[in-house]
């Protein structure tokens, strides 16, 4: 069964507007913890941003944010602000906490336009 | 954040050959391990690299074909061996810092 689900097709962001990319997880565990990373045409895996099943507050690291919405088992990424260098692919994933492996959605790709 | 370093960054194989792929984390990193993203797809498992024995490997793969070493907590290989076409692909090491997860630049490989 799909642990993680990406279904937005690929987007097309004017700069300086915010852009949310959408995720669904699916897991019994109560604990657990919601990752995204960005992946440019070079291939790197960038550590966007980490949700934790317990924590009280969204996550936000600078421009990045997270929509956590536990109830609705959803974690969406809120790009504020977006430049030109947000062109990317976005993977959310989800780790378990029994499991120490990352289980990655399929991704959803931007471009962002000036 | 974690530092976490990978070489080659790229290769370009012939068929039937293995490449190793270093990587090196910094001493923070508890948990490694490595990752392969075939074209066009998502991120797959390969492997939990444990120090100082076998790794963990994930359904669908093998130590014969995947052998993984992690003789130290900072230091790991993965060994793509008698590769095909199909082994083309981008090859991460990852590792894990508190609750955390990164990953290295990656390795890009093209198998002829």
């Known amino acids: 069964a799909q642990k993680i689900t990406q279904t937005q097709p690929g987007m097309f962001v004017q700069e300086k507007e915010a852009v949310t990319l959408d995720c669904t997880y699916d897991t019994s565990d109560p604990s657990y913890g919601l990752f995204w990373y960005k992946q440019p045409s070079s291939g790197e895996m960038i550590f966007l941003i980490y949700q934790g099943s317990y924590d009280q507050q969204n996550a936000t690291e600078g421009r990045y944010s997270l929509n956590f919405q536990k109830a609705r088992k959803s974690a969406n990424l809120v790009i504020s602000a977006s430049q030109l260098g947000d062109s990317a692919m976005y993977f959310c994933a989800m780790r378990e906490g029994r499991s120490n492996r990352l289980a990655f959605g399929k991704g959803n790709q931007v471009v962002v336009i000036p | 954040s974690a530092v976490i370093s990978q070489k080659p960054s790229r290769d370009i194989c012939q068929r039937g050959t293995s490449l190793t792929i270093q990587c090196q984390v910094d001493s923070q990193v508890t948990m490694m391990f490595w990752y392969r993203q075939q074209p066009g797809q998502s991120l797959t498992l390969i492997a939990t690299a444990n120090q100082g024995s076998e790794a963990t490997y994930e359904s669908g793969f093998v130590i014969d074909k995947f052998p993984i070493s992690r003789p130290n907590l900072t230091f790991s290989t993965l060994t793509v061996s008698n590769m095909s076409p199909e082994d083309s692909s981008i090859y991460l090491c990852?590792?894990?810092?508190?609750?955390?997860?990164?990953f290295g630049p990656g390795t890009r490989l093209t198998v002829l």
């Open positions: 990852s590792g894990q810092y508190y609750n955390e997860q990164f």
